[in-house]
């Protein structure tokens, strides 16, 4: 079972838009439509920001948006705000089981 | 309000047990899959165990089977992880957590120090 693949930094300026990529494979990412998106930040627990791929949880802003293509997850957050500099997860679900990835470090500029 | 407060951290020596229990509060703990996902140190999530909602299926990460059992208690809204001949890779934060295939709430972590 081997961790999903992201990016290890993304960075943009307050404002703009970024894209953090998940590349997994048919069986984990390809094979479902079970992708979440959590943000951590320094020293707090995870916070889920996408679920299922595009569902965003009640309180989340809507300047974060989730869609997939194939093998590969992507997580876009719009107008860029200094409170998003955080670590960004991704995951997926795979018979029985959930892959992480390795997280991707976005730093507003 | 939605709780999850994790305990039972601590330090312990390799090959040594150490069972973490979760208490559970503001939803309704017995419909609810619940998970553990560890941090080590400086690194990434990783999934360690998901329980279905009665108990029923329970399924672990290959590196800690036959090592780690996942239960719980709906009566008490409890979950728990009991975990046996601990290495030094399983140092870690533990997070409690609810959901299956996508986890919702997060306990705040309990960290777990395996060394000697």
């Known amino acids: 079972q081997s961790a999903l693949t992201q990016p290890a930094s993304v960075s943009g300026s307050p404002g703009q838009s970024i894209t953090v990529s998940c590349t997994g494979i048919?069986?984990?990412?390809?094979?479902?439509?079970?992708v979440s998106w959590y943000q951590q930040h320094p020293g707090k627990a995870p916070k889920l920001m996408i679920y299922?791929?595009?569902n965003r949880p009640s309180g989340v802003p809507d300047r974060f948006s989730g869609s997939k293509s194939g093998n590969t997850a992507s997580l876009t957050i719009s107008g860029l705000q200094a409170e998003d500099e955080a670590y960004y997860y991704c995951?997926?679900?795979?018979?029985?089981?959930?892959?992480f990835g390795g997280g991707t470090k976005l730093t507003v500029l | 309000e939605v709780q999850l407060v994790e305990s039972g951290g601590g330090l312990v020596q390799p090959g040594g047990s150490l069972r973490l229990s979760c208490a559970a509060s503001?939803?309704?703990?017995?419909?609810?899959?619940m998970s553990w996902v560890r941090q080590a140190p400086g690194k990434g999530l990783e999934w360690v165990a998901d329980?279905?909602?009665?108990?029923?299926?329970?399924y672990y990460v290959d590196s800690v089977k036959g090592r780690f059992t996942i239960s719980r208690d709906n009566a008490k809204k409890s979950l728990y992880l009991q975990m046996n001949s601990l290495r030094a890779e399983d140092t870690a934060v533990y997070y409690c957590?609810?959901?299956?295939?996508?986890?919702?709430?997060w306990g705040q972590g309990t960290l777990v120090t395996v060394s000697s």
């Open positions: 957590t609810r959901g299956h295939w996508g986890r919702d709430y």
């Open positions: 503001g939803f309704t703990f017995r419909t609810s899959w």
């Open positions: 329980i279905k909602t009665d108990g029923s299926e329970k």
């Open positions: 048919s069986s984990d990412v390809g094979g479902y439509n079970y």
């Open positions: 299922e791929v595009t």
């Open positions: 995951s997926s679900y795979t018979s029985s089981s959930t892959l």
